[in-house]
C-alpha cells in the first residue's frame, strides 16, 4: 500500500510540475551575443550601422501588436538614449531582419513605424557612447501589445513612444549587448 501511494505521489509531482512548465515570450538574435559589434555600431563611431537580427517566440494570448526598442540607461545624458523604436509591427511576424532599421532599405514589416531616436534620425541608430566612458548596457526589448496600432506617427519623440508602449504592454522581453568605445 505505502510503495503505491509513493507511486500515485510521484505521478501527481510529475504530472504538476509538467503542466507549470509552459513556454515563456522570449526574444533572440542570431547577430547578438552578448556585445555589440562594429555591424551594430552607429556609423559616426566607426561602424555599419546595421540593426541586429531579432526574432521571438511564444507571444502572449491577445497580443494584437509588437514594438521593439533599444535604449541605453548609461548615456550620460541623465535620461539615457533611444537607439531604436519601432511599432505597429503586426502580430504574425516574429521577427526583425538584419538591417530592418535602415530606412531606405524597405525591409521592416509592413506598416510598422520607425520614429525619431535620440540620434534626431529615423530608424536604428547603433551604440555610440562617449570614448573612455566605460562599458555602456543596451537593453533590447520586444513588446506584446493589446492594441493593433499605436496611435502615433514617425515624428514622435522617444518619450511619448515610451508612454505609450507602457500603456499596452500586455508582455515584453529583452537581452542585452554590451559596448564600450575607448
Given at each position: 500500500?505505502k510503495?503505491?501511494?509513493l507511486?500515485?505521489?510521484?505521478?501527481?509531482?510529475?504530472?504538476?510540475?509538467?503542466?507549470?512548465?509552459?513556454?515563456?515570450?522570449?526574444?533572440?538574435?542570431n547577430?547578438?551575443?552578448?556585445?555589440?559589434?562594429?555591424?551594430?555600431?552607429?556609423?559616426?563611431?566607426g561602424?555599419e550601422?546595421?540593426?541586429?537580427?531579432?526574432?521571438?517566440?511564444?507571444?502572449?494570448?491577445?497580443?494584437?501588436?509588437?514594438?521593439?526598442?533599444?535604449?541605453d540607461?548609461d548615456?550620460?545624458?541623465?535620461?539615457?538614449?533611444?537607439?531604436?523604436?519601432?511599432?505597429?509591427?503586426?502580430?504574425?511576424?516574429?521577427?526583425?531582419?538584419?538591417?530592418?532599421?535602415?530606412?531606405?532599405?524597405?525591409?521592416?514589416?509592413?506598416?510598422?513605424?520607425?520614429?525619431?531616436?535620440?540620434?534626431?534620425?529615423?530608424?536604428?541608430?547603433?551604440?555610440?557612447?562617449?570614448?573612455?566612458?566605460?562599458i555602456?548596457?543596451?537593453?533590447?526589448?520586444?513588446?506584446?501589445?493589446?492594441?493593433?496600432?499605436?496611435?502615433?506617427?514617425?515624428?514622435?519623440?522617444p518619450?511619448?513612444?515610451?508612454?505609450?508602449?507602457?500603456?499596452?504592454?500586455?508582455?515584453?522581453?529583452?537581452?542585452?549587448?554590451?559596448?564600450e568605445?575607448?
Amino acid at each position: 500500500m505505502k510503495r503505491n501511494n509513493l507511486t500515485l505521489i510521484l505521478i501527481l509531482l510529475f504530472a504538476l510540475t509538467g503542466c507549470s512548465q509552459t513556454q515563456t515570450f522570449t526574444l533572440k538574435s542570431n547577430d547578438v551575443g552578448g556585445q555589440a559589434t562594429l555591424k551594430q555600431v552607429y556609423s559616426g563611431c566607426g561602424g555599419e550601422n546595421r540593426s541586429p537580427q531579432l526574432s521571438w517566440e511564444n507571444p502572449p494570448k491577445g497580443t494584437k501588436s509588437f514594438a521593439v526598442t533599444i535604449y541605453d540607461k548609461d548615456a550620460p545624458t541623465g535620461s539615457g538614449w533611444w537607439h531604436w523604436l519601432i511599432f505597429n509591427i503586426p502580430a504574425d511576424i516574429h521577427g526583425l531582419k538584419t538591417d530592418a532599421g535602415n530606412i531606405n532599405t524597405g525591409i521592416a514589416p509592413e506598416g510598422s513605424v520607425q520614429s525619431k531616436t535620440d540620434f534626431g534620425e529615423y530608424g536604428y541608430g547603433g551604440p555610440c557612447p562617449p570614448k573612455r566612458h566605460g562599458i555602456h548596457q543596451y537593453l533590447i526589448t520586444v513588446y506584446a501589445l493589446n492594441k493593433e496600432k499605436l496611435d502615433l506617427d514617425k515624428n514622435a519623440s522617444p518619450a511619448v513612444v515610451g508612454f505609450n508602449l507602457n500603456f499596452a504592454t500586455i508582455q515584453k522581453a529583452s537581452i542585452v549587448m554590451y559596448y564600450e568605445r575607448k
